[in-house]
Structure formats: structure tokens, C-alpha cells
């Protein structure tokens, strides 16, 4: 069963402003540790951002200060609102979440940050 799935990648120019959501089931939801990670052509996959069950969040340095990873909760869904993209931003990113001792992954988003 699929438990993530990914949305709103796309093209966008140095600067701008994506919204990635990742909906999830609802047990995962409530229960898991989610959060977002990217893989760019000939890198490894890295955690970008992450958030508790109890709502603790975390960044990668090199997107602090730009990203916010939120959850809404009627939706049972997980955000990462990307400002200030930079062309460094673009990659396939991942929704994840760790419930159970169980990795879960979405299919992946494409985020392309060019001009």
C-alpha cells in the first residue's frame, strides 16, 4: 500500500518559491518522524529537513533560514515551503518517514531551480 505521496515540484528560476507537500496514511502521520530528503545527478540522498511526532524540527544548513518543513494536520499531510531557491536546490526530493522501525519512502518530486 502506498503510504507518501509527493507533489508540487516543478521548474522554477533562482529566487523563487516552491511548496512541496507529501501526504501521508493517517497512522503514519500521527505516529512517524517524517521529513524531506534530496538527491541531486551523482550525489548521495541527503535529509533536508525533518520533523517529530511532537512537532521538533531540523535543517540542513545549507537550507536554513529558506525552507520551513510543517505539518497540517486535517490533511495529514507534511509541507516544505522552499524560498530563496538556488540553483544548488535542484534535485529529486523524497518524502520519508521512520514508523515501527520501518522506513518509509515517497516516489520522489523532481524541484528544478533554473534560469
Known amino acids: 500500500q502506498v503510504q507518501l505521496v509527493e507533489s508540487g515540484g516543478g521548474l522554477v528560476q533562482p529566487g523563487g518559491s516552491l511548496r512541496l507537500s507529501c501526504a501521508a496514511s493517517?497512522?503514519?502521520?500521527?505516529?512517524?518522524?517524517m521529513g524531506w530528503y534530496r538527491q541531486a545527478p551523482g550525489k548521495q540522498r541527503e535529509l533536508v529537513a525533518h520533523?517529530?511526532?511532537?512537532?521538533?524540527?531540523n535543517y540542513a544548513d545549507s537550507v536554513k533560514g529558506r525552507f520551513t518543513i510543517s505539518k497540517d494536520n486535517a490533511n495529514n499531510t507534511v509541507c516544505l515551503q522552499m524560498n530563496s531557491l538556488k540553483t544548488e536546490d535542484t534535485a529529486v526530493y523524497y518524502c520519508?518517514?521512520?514508523?515501527?522501525?520501518?522506513?518509509?519512502w515517497g516516489q520522489g518530486t523532481q524541484v528544478t531551480v533554473s534560469s
Open positions: 520533523i517529530t511526532s511532537s512537532n521538533l524540527t
Open positions: 520519508h518517514a521512520l514508523f515501527a522501525t520501518m522506513n518509509y
Open positions: 493517517r497512522i503514519i502521520f500521527r505516529f512517524a518522524a
